[in-house]
Each structure stands twice: as structure tokens, then as C-alpha cells.
Antibody, heavy 123, light 110 residues
Framework: QVQLVQSGAEVKKPGSSVKVSCKASGGTFSSYAISWVRQAPGQGLEWMGGIIPIFGTANYAQKFQGRVTITADASTSTAYMELSSLRSEDTAVYYC????????????????WGQGTLVTVSS | QSVLTQPPSASGTPGQRVTISCSGSSSNIGSSTVNWYQQLPGTAPKLLIYSNNQRPSGVPDRFSGSKSGTSASLAISGLHSEDEADYYCAAWDDSLNGWVFGGGTKLTVL
């Protein structure tokens, strides 16, 4: 069974950066797309971008272009999401999610989710 | 403002049937399949329906999905108190080249 385990909660100052990790177990890591989705307090889900580890390059939502970097390390089956120039509006729970069954595509449904990482941006 | 449109709330009594709608456009629902997620308070979203109307193993057949054109809906029959949660629709958007979600519907079991 696929499991995604994320790093712990973070408190950051405005203008700084945060890097969240997502370690996968069960199943092949490199061929399945991993996406990052965030949820601000009391709000809905928002896709930030994703990566197919075997390809190496990431696909970003336009809103986050230039501020987010998604990477993956196949040797440790871990994906990372780094968000820079943090502001208070970035306070949210950040989730990683893996596609359900199809390899090498982003558009298969997000079937496996990490437990979420709360990032709080506050001075 | 979410790309997909859902009603913010829905409600029903135990045993009733409720439906939640999700409206999109030709670049998302109109050209892709729709997935539904259930999110209980303080937990990660859980895949409830995929490919418009398919249920993952373990999801009760009380939950069903459908799609027509640029709209989709989730139906829950025989409502249980434990169905009280937030429900989100999602679809791949070919124009945005990314996932888009509805704003979520909070289901209350009265």
C-alpha cells in the first residue's frame, strides 16, 4: 500500500522560505506524478504544481511560478516543495498527493495523500 | 474564486439522499474525468469517486458520481451521520495544464 509521510509543522517569518518533504513508501516512486496541494485555513484546495520524478522537471501552477520549486530524490523516494518569499497568505496546510494508478502522467486522479504539513507565516 | 463551482453547503437527515453539484467548463470537466474527495475535519482529503463514477475499494456504494457535459454531481444515499464532511470535486484543466478544484461543499447531517 502506498503511503506518503510529510515533514512536521513549520513557523516562518515573512520573506523567508520553507521546504516541505514527502517520503513515499510502497510502490515504484519514479514513474508516478506527485502533486502539491495547499489548503488555507477554512478554505478549499489549491493545486501548486507537481513532478514526475523520472523526468526531473516540474510543472507549476501559474500563480506560483517563480516562487515554488518542486524536486524529487529517487534515491530516498522523497519529493520536496520549497516556497519562497513567504507572506501571511501562505499560511496553510500543504499536502503532497500521488496519482492513483497511471504512470508518467499528471492527470490521473490524486489517489494517495500525505497527512499534511501546517506552515504558519507570522512575524 | 475556484475554477469549479460547488454549492457551499448541503444538508439532509439520516437515511435521506443528497446531491452535490459541480460546474466547470470545456477545458476541465468538459474534456476530462471528474474526481470527488471527502475531507473529514482535521484530516487529509480522501478519494471518494474517480473517473466520474468509479468507487475505490472500501467506499460504500451509497456514494455515486455522474457527469454530463461540463457538470458533474455526487450523490449520497441513505445518509449517515459519519458522512458529515467537506466534499470537493476536481478535474484536470487542459488550458491551465493543472488540477482545478471546486470550492468545497460542507455537508451537514441534521
Amino acid at each position: 500500500q502506498v503511503q506518503l509521510v510529510q515533514s512536521g509543522a513549520e513557523v516562518k517569518k515573512p520573506g523567508s522560505s520553507v521546504k516541505v518533504s514527502c517520503k513515499a513508501s510502497g510502490g515504484t516512486f519514479s514513474s508516478y506524478a506527485i502533486s502539491w496541494v495547499r489548503q488555507a485555513p477554512g478554505q478549499g484546495l489549491e493545486w501548486m504544481g507537481g513532478i514526475i520524478p523520472i523526468f526531473g522537471t516540474a510543472n507549476y501552477a501559474q500563480k506560483f511560478q517563480g516562487r515554488v520549486t518542486i524536486t524529487a530524490d529517487a534515491s530516498t523516494s522523497t519529493a520536496y516543495m520549497e516556497l519562497s518569499s513567504l507572506r501571511s497568505e501562505d499560511t496553510a496546510v500543504y499536502y503532497c498527493a500521488r496519482v492513483w494508478t497511471r504512470q508518467l502522467v499528471y492527470f490521473d486522479c490524486l489517489g494517495y495523500w500525505g497527512q499534511g504539513t501546517l506552515v504558519t507565516v507570522s512575524s | 474564486q475556484s475554477v469549479l463551482t460547488q454549492p457551499p453547503s448541503a444538508s439532509g437527515t439520516p437515511g435521506q439522499r443528497v446531491t452535490i453539484s459541480c460546474s466547470g467548463s470545456s477545458s476541465n470537466i468538459g474534456s476530462s474525468t471528474v474526481n470527488w474527495y471527502q475531507q473529514l475535519p482535521g484530516t487529509a482529503p480522501k478519494l471518494l469517486i474517480y473517473s466520474n463514477n468509479q468507487r475505490p475499494s472500501g467506499v460504500p456504494d451509497r456514494f455515486s458520481g455522474s457527469k454530463s457535459g461540463t457538470s458533474a454531481s455526487l450523490a449520497i444515499s441513505g445518509l449517515h451521520s459519519e458522512d458529515e464532511a467537506d466534499y470537493y470535486c476536481a478535474a484536470w484543466d487542459d488550458s491551465l495544464n493543472g488540477w482545478v478544484f471546486g470550492g468545497g461543499t460542507k455537508l451537514t447531517v441534521l
